[in-house]
């Protein structure tokens, strides 16, 4: 993340834990899509939308060649939420399970 260099890092931590307080506070999918049209550039939310898609197909165990076909993201962004899904700090997981309906004590 790049750091307004204005900030201290206690600001940008404040900061960083407003928008996400924010994000929580979002009642419906809806609200939430609204939201991040107007936080994120149509190329960030498309970025996004595409790591989450990469995350479900890796999820079905696919091996990067086929899911970048699938959706045309780069082999290397492939490799990168691969990386996050094992050795990130548990976000990915967390969500895929809410948002798939799997237990979320799942191994």
Known sequence: ??????????????????????????????????????????????????????????????PYREIHERTAVSVTTIGRVARFLTDGYGGYQTAYRRASGTADNAP
């Not at 993340?1 to 940008?12: G, H, I, L, V």
């Not at 936080?39 to 595409?50: F, M, R, S």
């Open 1 to 62: 993340m790049k750091p307004n260099r204005a900030d201290s890092d206690e600001r940008q931590a404040r900061t960083e834990e407003a928008l996400f307080q924010a994000i929580i506070s979002l009642q419906d999918t809806t609200e939430c899509r609204n939201f991040f049209k107007d936080l994120c550039t149509p190329a960030e939310l498309q970025a996004l939308v595409d790591r989450w898609q990469v995350v479900a197909y890796l999820e079905q165990g696919l």
